[in-house]
T-cell receptor, first 114, second 112 residues
Framework: DSGVTQTPKHLITATGQRVTLRCSPR?????VYWYQQSLDQGLQFLIQ???????AKGNILERFSAQQFPDLHSELNLSSLELGDSALYFC?????????????FGPGTRLTVL | QQQVKQSPQSLIVQKGGISIINCAYE??????FPWYQQFPGKGPALLIAIRPDVSEKKEGRFTISFNKSAKQFSLHIMDSQPGDSATYFCAARGTSYGKLTFGQGTILTVHP
């Protein structure tokens, strides 16, 4: 158990809908990262927050947004969902930002868009 | 743009054998190279990591070999066990606030 929690574990929804994925980092970790894992694209970095502020953006679609709250939990919002958005979404956390801090991954949320 | 290339895509090894997974990177700004292990239904878990000022790092049965000039690094699993059957990802991280760039993954199957 990494100490990172994600809810829900599974999510099934329809095209055009909006969903929110939630992540609680390990106690004391200030950085939260979101990754998308799909069969064709592998594990792709989406976005990073550090202590409530956005720090880095990867291949994140404009339909997707995220935020980190004062209690350090984070939410990833996915809107106008398309079939291709079906994937595993992982949250990871680390103590600080920067290169050498180990990232601990949560168990993921499996999103299925029908 | 795929900045970390991983091979092979899948690997079958007999129990007790050596599993070798290779990765190559392009971005010379990368300065930290972790390997992650992922079991079905679980998130990736850090297995072992290396910095480019070291050519080899060993932790138990797992060894990373790093060749900075060739921009390649590899994972060796000695005495492979059926419990090692999982998907392995190499990754690289630069100074850009710690985001990880992953290889495509290798599905390792160790037969008893």
């Amino acid at each position: 158990d990494s100490g990172v929690t994600q809810t829900p574990k599974h999510l099934i929804t329809a095209t055009g809908q909006r969903v929110t994925l939630r992540c609680s980092p390990r106690s004391g970790d200030l950085s939260v990262y979101w990754y998308q894992q799909s069969l064709d694209q592998g594990l792709q970095f989406l976005i990073q927050y550090y202590n409530g502020e956005e720090r880095a953006k990867g291949n994140i679609l404009e339909r997707f947004s995220a935020q980190q709250f004062p209690d350090l939990h984070s939410e990833l919002n996915l809107s106008s969902l398309e079939l291709g958005d079906s994937a595993l979404y992982f949250c990871a956390s680390s103590e600080l930002t920067g290169s050498y801090n180990e990232q601990f991954f949560g168990p993921g949320t499996r999103l299925t868009v029908l | 743009q795929q900045q970390v290339k991983q091979s092979p895509q899948s690997l079958i090894v007999q129990k007790g054998g050596i599993s070798i997974i290779n990765c190559a990177y392009e971005n010379t700004a990368f300065d930290y190279f972790p390997w992650y292990q992922q079991f079905p239904g679980k998130g990736p878990a850090l297995l072992i990591a290396i910095r480019p000022d070291v050519s080899e790092k060993k932790e138990g049965r797992f060894t990373i070999s790093f060749n900075k000039s060739a921009k390649q690094f590899s994972l060796h699993i000695m005495d492979s066990q059926p419990g090692d059957s999982a998907t392995y990802f190499c990754a690289a991280r630069g100074t850009s606030y710690g985001k990880l760039t992953f290889g495509q993954g290798t599905i390792l199957t160790v037969h008893p």
